[in-house]
């Protein structure tokens, strides 16, 4: 049997306004100009802001036959609903990172591993709430060892266009905000 390359599932999920999808697609297009094969599946209620929004992200050295993740190696939750919903949707010996700034309750599963970050709290501190997103995706950067931070500053001016290239500095800062919530 052929070994398995890498392979990295992740679901993401909050409600519309945090910046779920557009973390999920920064995250896939780093993933592409790091030189993986990447799927990005956005999933969002009917409603633009504060409805539920998900999106499914895999990475891997092979093909990817599904952008459908079913069993995650990693959940981001933005908020206690998304816990609610998605807590049962990661395989034993998978991470959960919870918005704690949002979520009080705990990870009831024992076999996965939980980690606390306060998201909102940490864009805050930096003057951006809408940042929260960026800081996710430090804390991820920083306990996955993935994607690199030169990937993923190029992957906010892939999705969001250079008409946003005067927000890179503080999207930097929170990246740099999330990864320093690990360490």
Known sequence: MKDQGFLEEII??????QGVLSAGMILAYAGMLEGKNVAWLPSYGPEMRGGTANCNVVLSDDPVGS???SQADTLIVMNGP???KFENHVRPG???IVNSSLIERKVSRKDVTAYYFPLND?????GSAKAANIVLLGAYMALKGFPQKPAVLESFLKVFGEGKKKFL???EQALLKGQSLVN
């Open 94 to 96: 998978g991470i959960i």
């Open 12 to 17: 993401i999920a909050g409600f519309g306004g």
């Open 82 to 84: 998304s816990l609610d």
């Open 169 to 171: 500095p503080i999207n």
């Open 67 to 69: 952008p459908v993740v």
């Open 122 to 126: 940490a864009a805050a501190e930096l």
